[in-house]
């Protein structure tokens, strides 16, 4: 158990409603990432924080923001859901010393109707 | 061109068999990481092993074994002793560079494995 609980798990919205996922964590760890998983391209990195208010693009960024005014919250936005973002939300956790490994939450499903 | 690239989108075997998982990777960056990781039906993530491009003997984990062949940019995934549990998505994932890209993975499209009794 890497300390990271995911909120919520489940959401299904309505085009062009702004969502808000929470990746909470308890462990204190600086480093935090959001990723996509979407069949056929398996995990993509949407956003990451090296720490509080330090946070910048991954791969697939473009209609998402984040936030980390604590250490332990990394807050995923979408401003204005779109049916492309339909999708599993997986935060993760480095911890240090663990040869880089990437302790996942348990994901959220959104749904964008 | 793909980064990471999982040729084999579905596998079986019996149980108390190995298998063996592709995945080749490519990169020009000397400093890099590979990593495999388990997604069962249940969804959650599971790190299983980890190769540094550095790294002079292949990594074990338990059951899992990586064998990492630099030359020909392969790090493919041996389970030995099939169990039912291990059926499951498995996914390879690549770190490009050093500290600055720490945590930033990017994965294959994994490998459904399927483990008959």
């Known amino acids: 158990d890497a300390g990271i609980t995911q909120s919520p798990r489940h959401k299904v919205t309505e085009t062009g409603t702004p969502v808000t996922l929470r990746c909470h964590q308890t462990?204190?760890?600086?480093?935090m990432y959001w990723y996509r998983q979407d069949p056929g391209h398996g995990l993509r990195l949407i956003h990451y924080?090296?720490?509080?208010?330090?946070?910048d693009k991954g791969e697939v960024s473009d209609g998402y923001s984040v936030s980390r005014s604590k250490t332990e919250d990394f807050l995923l936005t979408l401003e204005s859901a779109t049916s492309s973002q339909t999708s599993v939300y997986f935060c993760?956790?480095?911890?240090?010393?663990?040869?880089?490994?990437?302790?996942f939450g348990s994901g959220t499903q959104l749904s964008v109707l | 061109a793909q980064k990471i690239t999982q040729t084999q989108p579905g596998m079986f075997v019996q149980e108390k068999e190995a298998v063996t998982l592709d995945c080749t990777y490519d990169t020009s960056d000397p400093s890099y990481g590979l990593f495999w990781y388990k997604q069962p039906s249940s969804g959650e993530m599971i790190f299983l092993i980890y190769q540094g491009s550095y790294d002079q003997q292949n990594a074990t984990e338990g059951r899992y074994s990586l064998n990492f062949q630099k030359a020909r940019k392969s790090a493919n995934l041996v389970i030995s002793a099939s169990q039912l549990g291990d059926s499951a998505m498995y996914f390879c994932?690549?770190?490009?560079?050093?500290?600055?890209?720490?945590?930033?993975?990017?994965f294959g499209q994994g490998t459904i494995l399927t483990v008959h009794p």
């Open positions: 462990e204190n760890h600086r480093y």
């Open positions: 924080s090296y720490g509080v208010k330090d946070t």
């Open positions: 994932a690549m770190r490009e560079g050093g500290g600055t890209s720490y945590g930033k993975l990017t």
């Open positions: 993760a956790i480095s911890r240090r010393g663990t040869n880089e490994k990437l302790f």
